[in-house]
């Protein structure tokens, strides 16, 4: 006996016709992935620049900042960094170290957070999972601490601008993670296509002929 295929339960329409059109990436999505990564990498060499410094990027570092903010520090406004180091090299020296501690310090954690926003970003590419884009907004606010730090304690100009381009990147991707085009590829992600649509009676299989 032949089987012949019954009725199929009713389809929503909106999610028909949702499922026949190929669901584009958005350009919010692209511009997320692209800023995310263009962050993560301008930390990274940043943070590479100074741990290749080390004490001597520190000690020009610390150099340039005497000379031409010696406020900053608390010195006269006449003071060189040449006066402070003929006075006390002992000084200068311990100086230099704790500059690099600090450097390197914030080098690190530059890092780590870049790192973590280059995984979540390889999560979130494809179909901008929400956990991934959490993360993402996570890692971006964690990775503003040590950006702000760098750019307002007078660092060397080459860190300070990759460190810029870093903070402002991770701001437009922590927007661009949240925007309704990106949301709503989320959700049409997550919509399973409905059942195609068979007409009634139809035979099962084609080699079944209809009844009479």
Not at 65 to 85: C, Q, R, Y
Not at 102 to 109: K, S, V
Request: charged share 15%; proline share 9%; glycine share 6%.
């Amino acid at each position: 006996m032949s089987q012949y295929q019954v009725a199929p339960a009713p389809v929503d329409p909106r999610r028909a016709a949702r499922a026949n059109r190929a669901v584009r990436r958005p350009g919010t999505l692209t511009t997320l992935v692209w800023t995310s990564v263009i962050s993560a990498v301008s930390a990274i060499v940043g943070a590479v620049l100074v741990f290749a410094g080390g004490n001597d990027m520190a000690d020009e570092n610390i150099r340039d900042v005497i000379d031409d903010h010696p406020d900053v520090v608390g010195l006269p406004s006449n003071t060189t960094a040449a006066d402070i180091k003929s006075l006390s090299g002992p000084i200068w020296d311990e100086l230099v170290s704790d500059r690099a501690g600090a450097l390197a310090a914030r080098a690190g954690f530059a890092i780590f957070t870049a790192v973590c926003l280059l995984v979540f970003t390889l999560c979130v590419r494809r179909k901008a999972a929400t956990w991934a884009r959490v993360f993402i907004t996570i890692s971006g606010v964690v990775a503003l601490f040590p950006h702000v730090l760098i750019l307002g304690d007078y660092e060397p100009e080459s860190v300070m601008a990759f460190s810029f381009v870093a903070l402002l990147t991770v701001l437009v991707a922590v927007v661009c993670a949240w925007l309704p085009a990106t949301n709503r590829y989320a959700r049409d992600q997550k919509t399973p296509p409905p059942p195609p649509a068979v007409p009634y009676g139809a035979p099962a299989h084609p080699g079944d002929r209809m009844p009479y």
